[in-house]
Nanobody, 120 residues
Framework: QVQLVESGGGLVQAGGSLRLSCAAS????????KAWFRQAPGKEREFVAG????????YSADAVKGRFTISRDNAKNTVYLQMNSLKPEDTALYYC?????????????WGQGTQVTVSS
């Protein structure tokens, strides 16, 4: 059974930092494109950051550029999201997702999410 399990969420004050992890099990994702998404209450899910299988290409939403960094460790089958200078508007449920290649649109696997709450 393939699973993506997020961890590292929590409550933090504005200006603080968190590091999210997404561990995969059930298969290796070393050649898959990985991404982080988030969904705030009453809003649609939005793309946060993505990373190619080698880590050589990364992409970030404008709202998090310069504050969030995506990285991966293929040996550990894990992708990370380092979040710095957090703002209350970053409060959301954060999901990781995987798709076979960054040239396709649909993601094949999703995690259950980890809650990030930023207080002002």
């Amino acid at each position: 059974q393939v699973q993506l399990v997020e961890s590292g969420g929590g409550l933090v004050q504005a200006g603080g930092s968190l590091r999210l992890s997404c561990a995969a099990s059930g298969r290796t994702f070393s050649t898959w494109y990985k991404a982080w998404f988030r969904q705030a209450p009453g809003k649609e899910r939005e793309f946060v950051a993505g990373i190619s299988w080698s880590g050589g290409r990364t992409y970030s939403a404008d709202a998090v550029k310069g504050r969030f960094t995506i990285s991966r460790d293929n040996a550990k089958n894990t992708v990370y999201l380092q979040m710095n200078s957090l703002k209350p508007e970053d409060t959301a449920l954060y999901y990781c997702a995987a798709k076979i290649d960054d040239s396709v649109s649909d993601y094949n696997y999703w995690g259950q999410g980890t809650q990030v709450t930023v207080s002002s």
